[in-house]
């Protein structure tokens, strides 16, 4: 039996109700305190021992040293970036997150993207709602024999993959973690990366945002990129550097973008949001009710796991 116990848990961004009914089974309260202002997360988050938040809420060093009973953090998704890892391990405060449960969402948001942005589907609905009938200007390109490159060969990478194949795209990937032989079991070719850019008709980012991935599309990456090469962000905001890419939209070195994230969300670049070859949606990836509750449960069951002394699968700290 392990000696990890949870009495109360504190829910500060909105999370699919199957989380606390997981976790009442269990006797654990929750209280769910949405939009808490900072200084008040840090004078509630003192009376809990373990805290839930997806994206919104940011979990800093103050707010996690205000917790003086808290054990762990569950991010209901996979990016940690809104969490201070770093202080929350020197605290001794454990950090998970739910891995898996918005794959599938967020790979399907992106091939919706790439084949938005062939068809300039949201242009051409916009123009049509507007009274315009236009049959010229929204002509768009087949992804058929086309080569995308994915960059990030992780669980969303993956799903990428095996949908766009079926819609018969060539796929190429970089990923430094990723053999070649393990790649070409999801029917991807690895390519270095200075070599993967002018191959690409498409490109889509599936890496976490880190030193080695900020603004890894960038002026002289998108210079060697094939002449109206689309590019489609559903990872992270700061991957593709929002200034270069409308630098090359401008020129017509970028012929179309797809962004779900930003480098500050709600972004404030309006010239790259307003530009006519961009589609756009605020940070929507996991925004689906499966994911939501895929989330919800895999947090909750991995708390329960810990309180039962087992192994826990989407420990980050
Ligand atoms: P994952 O950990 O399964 O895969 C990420 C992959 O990136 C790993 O295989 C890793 O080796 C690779 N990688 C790391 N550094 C790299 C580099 N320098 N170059 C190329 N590849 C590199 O993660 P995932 O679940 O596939 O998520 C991918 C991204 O999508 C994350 O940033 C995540 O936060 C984001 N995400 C966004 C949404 C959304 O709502 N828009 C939803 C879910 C996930
Ligand atoms: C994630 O990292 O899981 C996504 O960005 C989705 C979310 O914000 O929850």
Redesign the pocket.
């Known amino acids: 039996m392990s000696s990890f116990k949870l009495e109360k848990v504190l829910i500060s961004d909105a999370c699919d109700p199957s989380v606390v009914d997981i976790l009442k089974s269990r006797d654990i309260r929750c209280d769910i305190k949405t939009g808490l202002p900072k200084e008040q997360l840090i004078d509630t988050i003192k009376d809990y021992d373990a805290l839930i938040v997806?994206?919104n809420t940011q979990v800093t060093a103050d707010v996690i040293a205000a917790g003086k009973k808290l054990k762990v953090i569950g991010?209901?998704?996979?990016?940690?970036?809104n969490i201070d890892v770093q202080a929350a391990k020197q605290l001794g405060v454990s950090v998970i997150?739910?891995p898996g449960g918005?794959s599938i969402s967020?790979a399907e948001l992106t091939c919706t993207m790439l084949l938005s942005v062939s068809r300039h589907l949201a242009q051409a609905c916009a123009s049509l709602k507007n009274g315009v009938w236009d049959r010229k200007s929204f002509s768009g390109n087949e992804v058929y024999g086309k080569t995308l490159a994915i960059i990030g060969l992780g669980r969303i990478g993956r799903e990428v993959a095996a949908r766009m194949q079926a819609f018969g795209m060539k796929t190429i990937g970089f990923d430094p973690l990723v053999s070649a032989e393990t790649s070409q079991t999801f029917g991807v070719e690895t390519v270095a990366l200075d070599k993967l850019w002018p191959l690409a008709d498409y490109i889509t980012v599936h890496t976490p945002l880190i030193p080695q991935t900020k603004n890894l599309l960038n002026d002289t990456t998108i210079a060697q990129c094939k002449k109206g090469v689309r590019i489609v962000n559903v990872a992270?905001g700061g991957i593709v550097d929002e200034e270069a890419l409308l630098r090359g939209l401008q020129s017509g070195q970028v012929g179309g973008a797809g962004l779900d994230?930003y480098e500050e969300e709600p972004p404030s670049r309006s010239q790259l949001i307003g530009h006519p070859k961009v589609i756009c949606t605020p940070?929507l990836?996991?925004?689906t009710k499966e994911?939501q509750i895929n989330?919800a449960k895999e947090i909750a069951y991995q708390f329960i796991d810990m309180i039962d002394g087992k192994p826990v699968a989407g420990k980050v700290c």
Do not use: I, M
Not at 75 to 81: F, L, M, N, Q
């Open positions: 997806r994206s991010r209901a998704g996979v990016g940690v970036d997150n739910a918005n967020a992270r994230v940070h990836g996991a925004s994911a989330v």
